[in-house]
């Protein structure tokens, strides 16, 4: 953080500072607020300052950058000069005829900074901020000295949170409070409006039946998401692939490299879907050739049902076994002998009748 600003008080500007000076003193002094003051006292521990109204102010040698000692201070700072402080606030003192401020310098920047921050949020302008930790939530920027959160949601990377400390990361100010040192930011907005022209040459040119690259930058309960040249395309849990899966993260991981079917492309709202299954041989084309009716084989138990069980009996072919009269429990993943009772390939559908445990 940079030295506050002063004003040389050379004897041509002498008047200007006066009317700085009252100005300055007609305004009520609260904390949080910024004066001008004189400096009055140069001492070991910090420095005295005339902050107008029958008013002093102390800035203790923490509260003033780039100075750790009296020699330090000196060679900055004169007698005499005007100083914007930072009112931290007011403290009692044994000289009842004049107010005691505790005053910072090194804070003027800052709170000058925030006001910044807001015009920045405002002008939607593109920050560049530093990832210095995480938090379960996201991440945890600096920019301009202050420390910032980026939400996960509001991140378009393909890393994990972790692997991002250290990274640089373009955003825009999503919420701006000085007062409650609030600073949230969005780095997908920003690459987002840094990659459009990318992404309207990328739908323009995209159509149905495209075989296309990308890499996965996002991973939900309902699919993932690929970059494929500056769009997210999304690629749902269903078209992950033919076998029946709960969630992306059982096959999948961020940042891996994907080849994948396009399936739809909306080209008004600037999305597309995609599959990554299609682009294997669909199991159910070849069941009649790997299955015969009355075939005793093992099956694994892929999801209870209110009237029976789905079983996997090979990667991507589930056949259905209702429940009999036993009352029999079945366990999800647990295997069990079957007999085959009918099969319809074209209607992707196989029943079963239980026979016995695996053993």
């Known amino acids: 953080m940079g030295i506050a600003t002063f004003i ?23 904390p949080g607020t910024i004066v001008v003051g004189e400096i009055l006292k140069l001492e070991k521990d910090g420095m005295s300052v005339d902050v107008g109204g029958k008013s002093e102010g102390f800035v203790p040698l923490k509260e003033i950058p780039g100075c750790y000692n009296l020699e330090e201070l000196r060679s900055t700072y004169q007698l005499g000069q005007v100083v914007e402080f930072f009112l931290l606030n007011q403290h009692d003192s044994n000289d009842e005829t004049r107010a005691h ?110 075989i296309v690259e990308g890499s996965i930058v996002k991973i939900t309960d309902f699919g993932v998401f690929v970059d494929i040249n500056g769009i997210d395309g999304l690629l749902p849990l269903s078209e992950i692939t033919w076998r029946r899966i709960q969630h992306p993260s059982e096959v999948l991981t961020l940042g891996e490299a994907l080849t994948v079917r396009v399936l739809t492309v909306d080209r008004d709202l600037q999305r597309i879907s995609l599959s ?70 074209g209607e992707r559908k196989i029943t079963l009748e239980y026979q016995s445990p695996v053993v």
């Open 8 to 30: 040389e008080t050379s004897e041509e500007m002498r008047q200007d500072f006066a009317a700085l000076l009252e100005k300055s003193f007609e305004t009520a002094l609260k």
């Open 101 to 210: 401020y505790t005053l910072s310098i090194r804070r003027v920047n800052m709170w000058k900074n925030w006001d910044r921050l807001l015009e920045l949020r405002d002008a939607r302008e593109i920050v560049e901020t530093t990832v210095s930790g995480t938090t379960k939530g996201g991440v945890i920027v600096n920019i301009m000295g202050f420390k910032g959160f980026i939400p996960a949601s509001q991140l378009r990377v393909a890393k994990t949170l972790h692997d991002l400390i250290g990274d640089v990361l373009p955003a825009k100010i999503l919420e701006v409070d000085k007062f409650k040192n609030k600073l949230i930011l969005s780095h997908r907005e920003a690459v987002f409006e840094q990659k459009a022209k990318m992404r309207a040459e990328t739908i323009d040119r995209l159509n149905e039946g495209d």
């Open 276 to 345: 990554l299954k299609r682009l294997q041989p669909d199991p159910w084309q070849t069941v009649n050739e790997q299955f015969k009716v009355g075939d005793l084989l093992p099956g694994r138990i892929s999801k209870l049902l209110n009237s029976g069980v789905l079983a996997e009996l090979s990667p991507g072919v589930e056949a259905y076994c209702a429940y009999d009269h036993s009352g029999r429990q079945y366990f999800l993943n647990d295997s069990y002998n079957f007999k085959i009772v009918s099969i319809f390939g």
